[in-house]
Structures are given as structure tokens and as C-alpha cells.
């Protein structure tokens, strides 16, 4: 389709990135704030040539997606905190299995029921650390209604590129706020797609890396035969109780992202160049730190930001330079404190300073002026 302009809602965003990327299947369950990605989805899939299927619940939601994948579709799911809890030991066995999904959580209050109708930050480590076992997650936290696209269309590419379940976190005030979109030409788009086998099939091992430590992977219903299991497996994708061969896969799972971190990784800097005072933050407090950012420094007070747009990986190295450069950093979060402990465990022993708001109102411009005030005056 060619380029297209409309005026909509990071949720609507989010749908229409995914179909620009490729995605034809989604599964998934009503839940808010995230619904309207449902609703959207089962007029647009049907319109692509795609699949929507609306489950009893996030468990078979997310495990349709594992395997529409494996049947060679790009798929998607999207839930908010209540369902992505019933998804997290999915996520572990697209994580084992490797298999290429997309998991939006447009975050709300919590725990348990919580605020529905409200946004919060508290999914974060979840995210990372939801499921059981060791492994690593790729995790994406757009800002505006044009990064909900954008990096949809990322999250795609990634979870193609490394065979990885990849997260777009998006708190609900991003994913209802509604901006002006700009939908790319289709044919202006990068995208990827996952490596296919090319050897012969009698010489076809389905879990063999390649340089870049991922498999190439073959598809349900081709020449390839190949067997997927939770369970530990060798090079065949047989299960197998050896030590060594836990040892390898593991390491083999994690070391596929660290390996890459830099072209996972997504930061913004802004106004840091001068700054001794940076301000952490993602999502939609990062929104109301531009304009106190902007509001101190017309009071003379040299601060700036480092906006993540990826938590996961973590930007260690990024976080550790700015702690060096700085005499304080700020970190806003829509909850008790989940990316602070980060900041603080790689920016020590620079003074990290929690501005905590678990409540469905996001930090506000004039409330991060004050503590931007606060430590200035320290």
C-alpha cells in the first residue's frame, strides 16, 4: 500500500504495524487495554489474507501464535498484565523451541485485577524474568502512537531475525492516547524474514546454529522432518538428560541476543551532552521528562535524558558511560521501582534517584521539574 497518514490510537498503531511486517495470525483473548488490538486485528487480518482466531483464554491464545509460527506465518498475540501472567510458561517454550512470536502487553495497574482502565509500568520484570528457567527475552518500549508502530514492525524483525519471543511493553497510556500515524510505503519497509534450511533433508538438523548462533528453521508440512520439544534437546531436537548438552543449549539460547545486544539495543539521548543531571526513563513518563527537561534548563539547569526504547537487553554499557558522565540521575517509573534497580546496579556509584508513581497517572512535567529542582540543589 502506499504511504498513508491517519489520525489513531497507539493500540490501532500497534495492529497496523504488525501487518505492515508481515504478521497474518493472531490469537487472541479481550482484555484491557488492550482489546482494541483485538478488535482491530479481526477487521484487518480477513481484509490481508490473514487469521484471527479469538480463544477461551491467553493460554491457548499465545500457544496458537507458537504454532502458526512453525507453520510459517508471522504471528502475533496481545494481552495486558493479568493475561501475560497465563502466558509466561508459553513464553518459555517459545524461548526452548525458538520460535519467532510477537507478545504485546499494554500494561495496567496491578497486581492481580488491579486498575484496568489504568497504565502502569509493572510488567517490566516480569517480562524479563516471568517464565522459569535461564534464558533471554528481547523487550521493546515504544513512546508515542508512531513507536507503536515502528516498533511493532522492530519487534518483527528481531523475534524473525534471532528466533526469539519479543515483547512489545506499552503503558495503557500510550496504547489509548491517539497521535498522527505515518504508515510507511509498503515497499520502503526493511523486513525480515527467518533463515530457511537449504541442505538436504537427510542432512537436515534442525537445531544446528549457524554463525550468527541461530538455526535456520524449517516449516511444518515441508520435506524437512524435525521433531520440537520443551525439553531439553540436542542438534536432532531429541530430548536428552546430558549435563553437556544442557549446558550448550542454554548458553547457545542466551548468547544468540547478548551476542547481538547492539543491534537489539534502542536508545535515545537527549540533551546529555552538557547535562549533570539525566533523567532514565521509557514509555510515558519519558513524555512529561521532555518538557521538564526543556522547562529546567530555561532555569539554567543542565539535564537531559536517556530514553530507553529496549529495556531488554539491557543497555549495561550505556547506563554505565551515562553514570560516569553525570553527578545524578532520575528515574521516573509507573511503579515501585523495576528499570531504577538496573540503572542503579550499572551506574553505581553515581546517586540514582526513584521518582516512584504505581498509580494510573503518569508522572507530570511540573512533578519531575520539582525533583529535577531537588537534586540540583543537592
Not at 66 to 91: C, D, H, N
Given at each position: 500500500m502506499p504511504r498513508r497518514e491517519i489520525f489513531t490510537m497507539g493500540d490501532i498503531a500497534c495492529a497496523e504495524g504488525a501487518i505492515s511486517a508481515g504478521c497474518r495470525y493472531f490469537g487472541g483473548y479481550p482484555i484491557t487495554p488492550a482489546t482494541e488490538i483485538a478488535e482491530w486485528m479481526a477487521v484487518r487480518m480477513p481484509e490481508v489474507g490473514g487469521a484471527f482466531v479469538q480463544y477461551?483464554?491467553?493460554?491457548?491464545?499465545?500457544?496458537?501464535?507458537?504454532?502458526?509460527?512453525?507453520?510459517?506465518?508471522?504471528?502475533?498475540?496481545?494481552?495486558?498484565?493479568?493475561?501475560?501472567?497465563?502466558?509466561?510458561?508459553?513464553?518459555?517454550?517459545a524461548v526452548?523451541?525458538?520460535?519467532?512470536?510477537?507478545?504485546?502487553?499494554?500494561?495496567?495497574?496491578?497486581?492481580?485485577?488491579?486498575?484496568?482502565t489504568r497504565g502502569q509500568q509493572g510488567d517490566v520484570f516480569q517480562a524479563k524474568w516471568g517464565s522459569h528457567g535461564d534464558y533471554q527475552i528481547i523487550g521493546l518500549t515504544p513512546a508515542s502512537v508512531q513507536e507503536m508502530f515502528d516498533l511493532t514492525v522492530r519487534a518483527f524483525n528481531l523475534s524473525e531475525r534471532y528466533r526469539v519471543p519479543v515483547f512489545v511493553l506499552a503503558d495503557e497510556v500510550v496504547g489509548h492516547m491517539r497521535e498522527k500515524l505515518v504508515i510507511p510505503d509498503e515497499k520502503d519497509l526493511k523486513l525480515v524474514d527467518r533463515k530457511m534450511p537449504t541442505v538436504d533433508p537427510s542432512d537436515y538438523l534442525p537445531f544446528k546454529p549457524g554463525d550468527d548462533l541461530v538455526p535456520p528453521m524449517a516449516l511444518l508440512g515441508t520435506k524437512y522432518q524435525f521433531y520440537a520439544t520443551g525439553l531439553t534437546h540436542d542438534e536432532r531436537g531429541y530430548p536428552t538428560d546430558s549435563d553437556e548438552v544442557q549446558i550448550e543449549?542454554?548458553?547457545?539460547?542466551?548468547?544468540?541476543?547478548?551476542?547481538?545486544?547492539y543491534d537489539i539495543i534502542d536508545v535515545e539521548k537527549y540533551m546529555l551532552d552538557d547535562a549533570d543531571i539525566a533523567i532514565v526513563a521509557y514509555g510515558t513518563p519519558s513524555r512529561s521528562a521532555r518538557k521538564a527537561i526543556?522547562?529546567?534548563r530555561a532555569e539554567g539547569i543542565n539535564v537531559g535524558m536517556l530514553r530507553l526504547k529496549s529495556v531488554w537487553p539491557f543497555p549495561e554499557k550505556i547506563v554505565s558511560e551515562l553514570g560516569s558522565q553525570v553527578r545524578h540521575i532520575i528515574v521516573p517509573e509507573q511503579n515501585m521501582g523495576q528499570i531504577y534497580y538496573m540503572v542503579r546496579a550499572f551506574a553505581a556509584p553515581t546517586p540514582i534517584h526513584?521518582?516512584?508513581?504505581?498509580?494510573?497517572?503518569?508522572?507530570?512535567?511540573?512533578?519531575?521539574?520539582?525533583?529535577?529542582?531537588?537534586?540540583h540543589s543537592l
Open positions: 477461551e483464554d491467553e493460554i491457548a491464545s499465545i500457544t496458537s501464535a507458537l504454532g502458526a509460527s512453525w507453520a510459517g506465518t508471522k504471528a502475533m498475540t496481545a494481552t495486558s498484565g493479568p493475561g501475560a501472567s497465563l502466558m509466561m510458561e508459553s513464553v518459555g517454550l526452548m523451541t525458538e520460535t519467532p512470536v510477537v507478545i504485546v502487553n499494554i500494561m495496567r495497574g496491578g497486581p492481580s485485577t488491579g486498575q484496568p543449549l542454554i548458553t547457545r539460547l542466551s548468547e544468540k541476543v547478548l551476542r547481538h545486544v526543556k522547562d529546567a526513584l521518582m516512584t508513581k504505581p498509580a494510573g497517572t503518569p508522572q507530570l512535567p511540573d512533578e519531575i521539574l520539582q525533583k529535577i529542582k531537588e537534586v
